[in-house]
């Protein structure tokens, strides 16, 4: 709990305008759940999609539940059908490493995978089958860049390439001027 208590600090600490990714080995299973009379269900959650769904655990209840607390979605539950942690003991598999985004980005996410080809190249144990985690990989469109615009209404009024731009250009140069002398004009009275 202290972890995911950091965890969670440290997200709720960035900027409004900031888009966190978050990597994690979050050593919790989810995907079902049991309801009150044991029936098991998939968990129905903004955070968690149905992609290699396994038996939730303390561990991924407390994942989950940050996650949805800071808008933020695992994206290899939605899009990457796959395992990412392989043990030591044969069949033993589950997807325990995620990559977290907020979930406004999920629907700009355009590529999301498990890289077998390349874990396996990492593997620290040689053997016949794969042994610890793949990589995870996601691909998604966040637009940092604005172009120029014609109101703000249309751009960001933050963003400082269009504000030096903007002072480069001579933008608002005139009713700026002309407000100065007014406010000289009313102090001299």
Not at 164 to 169: I, K, N, S, T
Request: charged share 20%; hydrophobic share 40%.
């Amino acid at each position: 709990q202290r972890l995911w208590k950091y965890v969670e600090s440290i997200i709720a600490s960035l900027p409004h305008r900031c888009a966190p990714v978050v990597l994690t080995d979050s050593n919790g299973k989810n995907g079902w759940c049991k309801d009150a009379d044991g029936n098991i269900l998939l968990v129905q959650s903004d955070a968690i999609g149905h992609c290699t769904p396994e038996m939730e655990n303390s561990n991924g209840k407390a994942f989950r539940e940050v996650l949805e607390r800071q808008y933020l979605c695992s994206v290899n539950s939605f899009k990457a059908e796959g395992h990412t942690y392989f043990g030591n003991i044969v069949g033993v598999k589950s997807r325990l490493d995620h990559i977290a985004l907020p979930q406004s980005l999920l629907p700009k996410v355009i590529a999301c995978s498990v890289l077998y080809a390349v874990g396996a190249r990492l593997q620290r144990i040689r053997g016949p089958g794969k042994r610890d985690h793949m990589p995870v990989h996601v691909v998604f469109e966040h637009r940092s860049n604005f172009q120029p615009c014609e109101t703000v209404l249309h751009g960001a009024q933050w963003d400082k390439s269009q504000l030096a731009m903007g002072v480069l250009r001579g933008d608002g140069r005139n009713a700026l001027i002309a407000q100065v002398e007014q406010k000289c004009e009313a102090l001299q009275m």
